[in-house]
């Protein structure tokens, strides 16, 4: 009995994929879950395996060589064939680990900042990243150092500084980490992934029309619960509780009443989705971005949010992402709150019609409204913004989607979206 | 499961090679009806006869010559060099003939053979039979090179060095061949290449190969009793090809890393690994990385000298203490 290996389905708009790696050879005995071949996408490098055991018989599609989704690219089973594939490069163990004669070391090109601090203090390579990492303020680090009499930043002192930081965003904004060092004429190679995410990204941004609208929304209600959920939400769930799940929960409730947004638009006909599944752009260190997505996020509480959306960043920073997770998204979010920008204007994802952004909630002065008279009060005030489609639908039906987040956000009583035990 | 000498593990490691293969031979100086100069080879000759187990007059040159050309030729060698500084004396051999050979020839001949040798310092030979020469044979593009430090490892690299298709150097070292350790029954064979955590910890990395290793782990149970130091030993165990996986795993985890060798400083195989750490790990280092050496010097025949010269556990612990601390 042979079986056919094919192609597999790669994500909603890939049509082929490139065999980077075969780790079977022809004759192979094979078990189901072996991984057999590593094939390239435009968003990511994803490792195939076996749904069925046999032995390897035949390898039509060999490393470097590009095959349509659907198309045979092995057999299992069947007679042994010595046919040589595509191409004869060798089969190697990891094709992850394998490294030229003349690359034996793989230097970091990645800069966190000079080793001399504020006042002179020195800061050892770890303690520089996981600063920037960590988004910590240096010059309050350094003076705290300072003043303990010490003349150094290590690891620990970092990590001290950092698990001893309090959760709400009310100290000072948080450092970004410097920029990757460009120095004059040094030219930077775009990789496969990157070249074909600038494809996509400039596709999208020349054929749709997009307008960018944003709100302002209140969270002191959402941070009120936060803040008294996130001790328990912490020791319960090992991660910390950050707005996100919040935003995407009310997102998806927000979706109910605008279903239009919730869509895939091919240019004549807007084809509404019935599930939410919610892409969430998630930055690779600078090193890239994918949007894995949270399905059916829209049966989800913001707790189950919470946990599927960092289930997916911790896959795409690992990467171990598989075709599954970046396919079928019908919504977007892309969150760049961490280093206190105001608002982003994302581009859609097509064949998408619409991306939220969302960035910095932070206390500001605002006017609240009482049956006393108007007030100045402190208040956490952040921008939800969304890109969308203009020919699938009109500012309008944004703008009330939006105002309808903002209700949603600003009034719901999200102690319900946790369970009473927790 | 038996305990037995890192001497004895010589001898079974090697039998277990030959009965398991009729194209391994053994040649050397005095590895016949002597059993070797170290005991490391009793009863070989007795067991597979004078085809198989020769002894060889006292020519460094034509035991590699007559195992390399025997390698062409269809066979299995295994060829010892008493001491390793002997290396020196044929050095041709390894660093110009048999490492180059698959390459020159486009892979029309191969050279699958071992040169056993004993390594190192400690037992008072002085500067000409006591040096710790790996880092000699290390730096030879096409051989591979190992140096066990326990009974056990003797006989699994064994294996994997004979079976190799290619020429492996094996560092045995002299002063651990009195040792004992736990070697289970039935045969044992281990993959080149690959380091092992012997003790795992938190706070700093210890590197050591050979003689080194169980001078490491002593200095890591005191360092842990008397000065709340965690730290993490690894057996390289194969410098060629070097695990450096393992290696930049664990510095990932604690920031810090020493290696602790017996070979001079000048070049010393911990250099090598400093200056990968230093390439792909910079950014996971939080305090220099040290190395604690033999000085380059030639090595003193007096005893409280050459105590002196090699790494001791007290002078592993007393560097990693300042450091860490520092």
Known sequence: ?422 | MAELTYRDAVARGIAQEMERDERVVFLGEDIGKAGGVFKTTVGLYEKFGPRRVRDTPISEQAILGAAMGAAMTGLRPIAEIMFADFLAVCFDYVANEMSKLRYMSNGQFACPLVIRTGNGGGVRFGAQHSQAVENWTMMIPGVKVVAPSSPMDVIGLMAAAVRDPDPVIFHEHKALYAIKGEVPDGEIVDRLGTAKILRPGRDCTIVALALMVPRALAAAETLQHEHGVDAEVIDVRSLVPLDTQTILGSVAKTGRLFTVEENPRLCGWGAEIASIVADEAFWDLDGPIVRITTPHIPLPAADHLEDLALPSAARIVDTVRRVLNG
Not at chain 1, 193 to 221: G, Y
Not at chain 1, 229 to 242: E, I, Q, V, Y
Not at chain 1, 337 to 344: E, I, L, P, Q
Not at chain 1, 374 to 402: E, T, V
Request: charge should be neutral; aromatic fraction near 6%.
């Open chain 1, 1 to 422: 009995m042979t079986s056919t290996i094919i192609m597999p389905q790669l994500g909603e708009t890939v049509a082929e994929g490139k065999v980077l790696a075969w780790f079977k050879s022809i004759g192979d005995e094979i078990r189901e879950g072996d991984n057999l071949f590593e094939v390239e996408t435009d968003k990511v490098t994803i490792e195939v395996q076996a749904v069925v055991a046999g032995r390897l018989s035949e390898i039509r599609v060999g490393p470097g060589a590009t095959a349509k989704v659907g198309e045979v690219v092995a057999v299992i089973g069947g007679d042994l064939t010595t046919k040589a594939p595509v191409s004869t490069a060798a089969p190697v163990a990891k094709a992850s680990q394998w490294r030229s004669p003349f690359e034996e070391v793989s230097t970091p090109t990645g800069r966190f900042g000079p080793a001399k601090g504020p006042n002179g203090i020195h800061l050892t390579p770890l303690a520089r990243r996981l600063i920037a990492q960590g988004g910590l303020d240096l010059a309050g680090l350094a003076t705290e150092t300072q003043r303990r009499g010490e003349r150094r930043i290590d690891g620990a002192a970092v990590r001290a500084a950092i698990s001893a930081r309090p959760a709400t965003p009310t100290g000072p904004l948080p450092a970004p980490p410097p920029p990757l060092p460009v120095p004059e004429c040094n030219v930077i190679s775009l990789n496969a992934v990157r070249l074909r995410t600038a494809e996509r990204l400039t596709e999208n941004w020349r054929t749709i029309p997009h307008v960018f609208q944003a709100i302002e929304v209140d969270f002191t209600a959402v941070n009120r619960v936060r803040t008294s959920r996130k001790a328990d939400f912490h020791a319960t769930h090992g991660f910390s509780l950050t707005f996100l799940p919040f935003i995407a929960r009310a997102t998806c409730l927000a979706i109910a009443a605008y279903p239009h947004i919730n869509a895939r638009f091919d240019g004549k006909a807007l084809t509404l989705s019935r599930d939410v599944n919610l892409g969430i752009a998630v930055d690779l260190n600078h090193n890239g971005l994918v949007v894995p997505v949270v399905r059916r996020a829209g049966e989800l509480t913001a707790i189950g949010l919470a946990n599927a959306i960092r289930r997916q960043t911790e896959k795409a920073k690992a990467g171990k992402l598989s075709a599954d997770d970046l396919s079928e998204g019908t919504y977007s979010i892309s969150n760049n709150g961490a280093f206190g920008t105001t608002f982003t204007a994302p581009i859609i994802n097509a064949p998408q019609v619409g991306i939220l952004s969302t960035d910095a909630i932070r206390l500001k002065p605002a006017v609240v409204s009482t049956h006393e008279g108007d007030f100045i009060a402190p208040r956490m005030i952040g921008m939800i913004g969304q890109s969308f489609d203009h020919r699938a639908f009109d500012g309008a039906y944004s703008a009330a989607f939006l105002s309808r987040l903002k209700q949603i956000l600003e009034t719901r009583n999200w102690n319900e979206e946790f369970p009473s035990d927790l």
